[in-house]
């Protein structure tokens, strides 16, 4: 019975055979279709991360890539053809036993013709039909991905594509972050976005209201000193 495909040791133990030039005998699993069952060799390792189909399997006068999946190592004997034993030869009946060469009266029987043994045939296997190989699906480029955050009165924007950072978090102007907003047209975002602009016009008004007072408060201190003077 087929087993359950290859682990990660067995594909280790692969390469090592492989690169010390031998070719390691595999038996397809039952998810290899109609050639579950028969046996195998590994003739090369190709790059996983191309293709999950990187065990090329010589298999009759056909090369083709299956998953790890898709075979198992194969136990030991396996591929070995047993010779099916011989049938006896079925023993002769003892000739009959001689009658009198001149009978009158009966006429002579002739003796039973002895079959001889079937000889068995030898079964031919048919060649398995052969799998076509899928195509390695091409990596496309690592994601995009860019950040608007706001924290501490500050709108900042970062990009990143995968692991790499393309962009640090740098300062934009409320404005420009709004527009931003704006193309992204998500319910729910843009009032958040003008509720916190909202906020700060307020908290800056009140800055500008409290500067005027002590200017006003200044100036008026200045007027008495020139009076004075």
Known sequence: MAGQGLSDEDVRSFREALAAGRKPKVVFTASAGQVAGQVGQVVELTDPAVSDEFVVVRFGRDELPFSPADVAVAPKGAGRRVAEPKPAPEPESPAAAAEPEFVLDRPRVPAPRREEPAVPQQQVDKPAPRRVAKAARPKGPAG???????????WTVAAQQG??????????KPAEALRMVALV???????????????E????????????????????????????G
């Open 201 to 228: 016009r307020a908290e800056a008004e009140q800055q500008a209201e409290k500067l005027r007072a002590e200017l006003a408060e200044i100036e008026a201190r200045l007027a008495e000193l020139r009076e004075a």
């Open 185 to 199: 047209d998500v319910a729910g975002v843009r009032e958040a976005v003008e509720q916190i602009l909202a906020a």
């Open 163 to 172: 692991s790499k950072a393309l962009a640090k978090p740098y300062v934009v």
């Open 144 to 154: 995009l991905t860019v950040t608007l955050a706001y924290a501490d009165g500050e």
